[in-house]
């Protein structure tokens, strides 16, 4: 499977940003698909994960409520709406996916490239 992210981009606080990640592969549609994202001088951490159905979503505590993950299976394409932004939003978000995955980055296997999303002050 090959991940391609996009979507990133400059944005006020306050403002809403949808990314969105492309997968390549018949076996998109049985995956576990992720986001992480990772700031300057910052590990690389869970933000959002959805089944391979559908239907069940995870989400950090800090994104909840403002954040959602969705997929679209006939397309292979998993998107993250992004609402409320705000500064510490900051970082380069990467999508992943993986048969098992879920809230940990050992969990997956494969990993997009990242897009990166700035969120101004």
């Known amino acids: 499977v090959q991940l391609q992210a996009s979507g990133g981009g400059l944005v006020q606080a306050g403002g809403s940003l949808r990314l969105s990640c492309a997968a390549s592969?018949?076996?998109?549609?049985?995956?576990?698909m992720g986001w992480f994202r990772q700031a300057p001088r910052k590990e690389r951490e869970f933000v959002a994960a959805?089944?391979?159905?559908?239907?069940?979503?995870y989400y950090a505590d800090s994104v909840k409520g403002r954040f959602t993950i969705s997929r679209d299976n006939a397309k292979n394409t998993v998107a993250l709406q992004m609402n409320s932004l705000k500064p510490e939003d900051t970082a380069v978000y990467y999508c992943?996916?993986?048969?098992?995955?879920?809230?940990?980055?050992?969990?997956?296997?494969?990993w997009g490239q990242g897009t990166l999303v700035t969120v101004s002050s």
């Open positions: 592969g018949r076996t998109f549609s049985s995956y576990n």
């Open positions: 959805i089944t391979w159905s559908g239907g069940s979503t």
């Open positions: 992943a996916g993986s048969p098992a995955g879920g809230y940990y980055r050992d969990e997956y296997d494969y």
